[in-house]
């Protein structure tokens, strides 16, 4: 690549340093890899990327490409499964410059061309599709050879599937190609160096982007769709606003869910689905009523077995034990005749006594030792003596040590009566029931609360003589848990009133709604801090992506192309119009706009008043197929490398003039390089000979190949052999001799009919090689039925030599044979020569002809 204009390189010093580092990838290996696309996106993401920098020379060379290298079409074959293209035949191409390829109509010249179209992926080919009229074949594919530089390769290829990447430098013009230069912009195929990069960096910006754009689509939303019931609330309008900007405290607001916002959800729920607030209220009252009572038993409990509590009774007992103890040790009766007098059991018996002596004598002091009184026991009088004990017993219960004993043991056995009896488990679990307690947690604690109180009152009233009694501390978590409820509950009975005055439902549904709203957009806090995350990403993504956008760059490729690309564009189809006989056309080529830096032109009526109308509508058949051909020569021919040329009826709608331009301008093209013709008029066929005969030297007979196509049997594409028609003919007449020889064999074999009905054909055919004899042999060829030209210089002598014989000859036979060229009466048939007669009249046309040039000879 030659050194860029300083221009060029002030203006990429002013771009960021990614894109500056595209253009020296280019400059210096003439592509851009897709590792190195990687790198580039990686250092555009970087504020160092971004920076503009001026510290490159852009300097370097691309290495050769395979388009400066010729291009060859060695050949086609083995097709199987294309149109309905035969397997049997192998087009090649080798010979020389210029192939001219004749068949006539549905013989697969635009099977070829439409093949050749899609192998070198050009535009407007459409699918290849295989034989309608056959079933599905088992392959599609093809082979085609060609030859790149000193170098021939052989790929088969498969219909409708990636171009051929060599391949694609060869140029095709065909009807569609004509119709796209008329009807759309135009990109020229060949750019200079210098604009080639813009288009080149405009490519690669494209791919940035699109590498850009890839890694953006993957970064797909994973936040959950908002319920279609929480569309309209204000929490799902929030939630469907998340946006990249969202502050952390936006964030959090919006995601943050307290247990007091559990507590109003629990009560919204609870008053909808209320319908009597007062029957409510009513049993909540009830229910405060028992917790209230639970609450209080356990206070009454708990200070019951407190550890003051507990120390209390234990000195109230150690007190009565202490005094009873004095009194036991000081009890002395003298009447006494039994020991034990004043223990525990005695003391039991003296009271027993008592009580029952209410009985016996009621409203009478204990003892009863009147006269005749009995004892209270045996039921026996009492004699002076018992009456005696008796009232010696009662100064002794009556006595101070005694007293004071009974009386302590009487404080303690009070203390421990009224202590209060726990709540069994069973009472608990009834208890909370009724105050509708559900909590699982509090229900254990209480059973654990009345557990221990249970236990300490078991060991207090047992004296404690098998455990210790643990005092109860206060049930603080208990107590508040309680009192929770009591507070629930008291202002649910003061909502429950106030709702029973007047309950506005459908707000307060509309409140429950957006709570249950804010609850679920809560619940998706890890996915709403991940989304934002993600749309900050995508507005990186979309920074970078504007970065990479050509637009700057299709600009400064406008400045410049218009002197490098438009104007050598121009000039070029000014040339070919001109050179095709075409320059009195008013049509001109104008640059239209500026693509991914690559500039495109337009064709357009030169003169026109009105801007609107179009050359496909103005002009007539022959003009728009000159014009075509004029815009794709122009935009062709100037392409580095050399590559085939292949056109495809180059001259259809073309008159005589026209036709023989366009011959002698592919004729000129053949001087250079390959150029292959498709064609179905032998008008073409027989110019383009004509014009390769007058190149110097012997040009045509190295660089003429002229094939001939032929359909048969369902199938196109059959290579036959020169037609007598194309050969000259002297050939022309020795084919007719073979094609008798076969027939009368068929004769031999088969009959008289199928000997005829080749026959016919050979008659008639006999008849044209006279035509052809006679203005090429006899006449010199200096006039032709398809040439334009009369041809005299050096020919005109040899007519003196043609004697009243050979026109007698000619006319003789002309009469015999137009018979069986030309439609006759039925009532009349002509009869077919047997094979001696014709074989002899062709062979003396043979024998004339060898006279006669012998006789010009001398």
Not at 789 to 803: D, N
Request: glycine share 4%; hydrophobic share 35%; aromatic share 6%.
């Amino acid at each position: 690549m030659s050194e860029l204009p300083s221009s060029i390189v002030d203006w990429l010093h002013k771009q960021q340093d990614w894109l500056q580092e595209a253009a020296q990838i280019l400059l210096t290996a003439g592509s851009v890899s897709d590792d190195q696309i990687s790198t580039l996106v990686t250092r555009l993401k970087t504020p160092g990327g971004q920076n503009t920098t001026n510290h490159r020379s852009f300097a370097g060379a691309a290495p050769q490409s395979p388009a400066d290298q010729e291009l060859r079409l060695a050949s086609i074959g083995d097709i199987h499964g294309i149109e309905n293209l035969t397997s049997q035949t192998t087009l090649d191409f080798r010979k020389g410059n210029l192939c001219v390829i004749y068949g006539h109509n549905a013989s697969g010249k635009s099977g070829y061309v439409r093949l050749l179209k899609s192998a070198c992926g050009k535009p407007n080919t459409g699918p290849l599709k295989p034989n309608v009229f056959e079933a599905e074949p088992a392959k599609r594919q093809c082979q085609i050879t060609y030859r790149l530089g000193d170098t021939e390769r052989s790929v088969t290829w498969v219909p409708d599937s990636t171009p051929v990447d060599d391949l694609r430098a060869v140029d095709v013009f065909d009807s569609s190609a004509s119709l796209a230069y008329l009807t759309t912009e135009t990109a020229a195929s060949y750019t200079p160096p210098a604009v080639a990069l813009f288009e080149n960096l405009a490519a690669v910006c494209d791919r940035v982007k699109q590498r850009l754009q890839e890694e953006q689509d993957r970064l797909v939303s994973k936040l959950p769709a908002l319920p279609s019931m929480f569309l309209a609330t204000p929490a799902g309008a929030q939630y469907q606003k998340i946006r990249a900007g969202l502050t952390n405290e936006e964030v959090e607001r919006l995601v943050t869910w307290q247990a007091s916002d559990d507590e109003a959800l629990a009560k919204l729920n609870q008053r909808l689905r209320v319908t009597d607030p007062t029957a409510s209220a009513t049993r909540k009252r009830k229910t405060l009523a028992q917790v209230v009572a639970l609450k209080d038993l356990l206070k009454q409990a708990s200070n019951a077995f407190s550890d003051s509590q507990v120390k209390n009774i234990r000195r109230l007992r150690e007190d009565a034990l202490g005094k009873r103890r004095v009194a036991s040790e000081s009890a002395k009766v003298d009447s006494a005749q039994l020991d034990g007098i004043g223990t525990d059991t005695w003391r039991a018996l003296w009271q027993a006594a008592r009580k029952y002596s209410q009985t016996a004598y009621p409203g009478r002091d204990y003892p009863v030792i009147d006269e005749g009184a009995r004892c209270v026991l045996c039921q026996q009088k009492l004699q002076p003596n018992a009456q005696e004990r008796l009232r010696d017993f009662d100064a002794f219960v009556q006595g101070r040590l005694e007293s004071e004993a009974a009386a302590a043991e009487k404080i303690y056995q009070e203390t421990l009566d009224a202590l209060p009896a726990p709540l069994t488990e069973e009472d608990v679990a009834t208890r909370c029931q009724a105050a509708d307690l559900t909590d699982s947690a509090l229900l254990k604690q209480l059973n654990a609360l009345w557990a221990s109180i249970r236990s300490a009152r078991a060991a207090l009233m047992h004296s404690e003589t098998e455990k210790q009694a643990s005092p109860i501390g206060w049930p603080t978590k208990a107590i508040e848990e309680l009192e929770k409820c009591t507070d629930k509950l008291h202002d649910e009975i003061k909502q429950l009133e106030k709702d029973a005055e007047g309950f506005d439902r459908d707000k307060t549904a509309t409140e429950k709604l957006n709570l249950e709203a804010r609850e679920w957009v809560s619940q998706q806090a890890d996915a709403i801090r991940a989304e934002i995350t993600r749309l900050q990403q995508l507005d990186e993504y979309e920074t970078w992506k504007s970065c990479a956008n050509s637009q700057s760059i299709s600009r400064q490729a406008g400045k410049i192309s218009s002197q490098l690309v438009t104007q050598a564009f121009v000039d070029r189809f000014n040339r070919e119009l001109s050179s095709l006989g075409a320059f009195r056309i008013k049509v001109e080529l104008q640059r239209s706009r500026t693509e991914k830096g690559k500039p495109l032109h337009k064709l357009q009526l030169k003169g026109a008043q009105s801007g609107q109308d179009l050359l496909n509508e103005v002009l007539s058949d022959g003009e728009r197929r000159i014009v075509g051909l004029a815009a794709f020569l122009a935009d062709v021919v100037d392409k580095p490398g050399i590559a085939p040329f292949v056109f495809d009826d180059p001259i259809s709608s073309l008159d005589q003039e026209y036709e023989w331009k366009v011959v002698t301008r592919l004729v000129e093209l053949a001087k250079t390089r390959q150029v292959i013709v498709f064609t179905h008029r032998l008008s073409l066929y027989g110019a383009l000979e004509e014009a390769a005969r007058k190149v110097e030297g012997a040009w045509k007979s190295q660089h003429l190949e002229q094939l001939c196509l032929q359909s048969f049997s369902g199938t196109a594409g059959h290579l036959i052999d020169q037609p007598f028609w194309s050969a000259n003919t002297k050939k022309a007449n020795n084919i007719l001799l073979t094609r008798l020889d076969r027939a009368k064999k068929t004769g031999e074999e088969s009959g008289p009919q199928p000997y005829e009905e080749l026959a016919q054909g050979i008659c008639s055919d006999f008849r044209k090689l006279l035509e052809r004899t006679i203005e090429s042999d006899l006449l010199n060829e200096i006039v032709k039925r398809h040439r334009r030209s009369v041809m005299t210089q050096g020919k005109l002598e040899r007519l003196s030599l043609i004697s009243p014989n050979d026109c007698q000859f000619f006319d003789t036979l002309m009469t015999k044979y137009s018979s069986y060229e030309h439609s006759q009466s039925t009532e009349m048939p002509v009869q077919i020569p047997e094979a001696d007669e014709l074989q002899k009249d062709i062979q003396a046309l043979k024998t004339w002809r060898e006279e006669f040039k012998n006789a010009c000879c001398k």
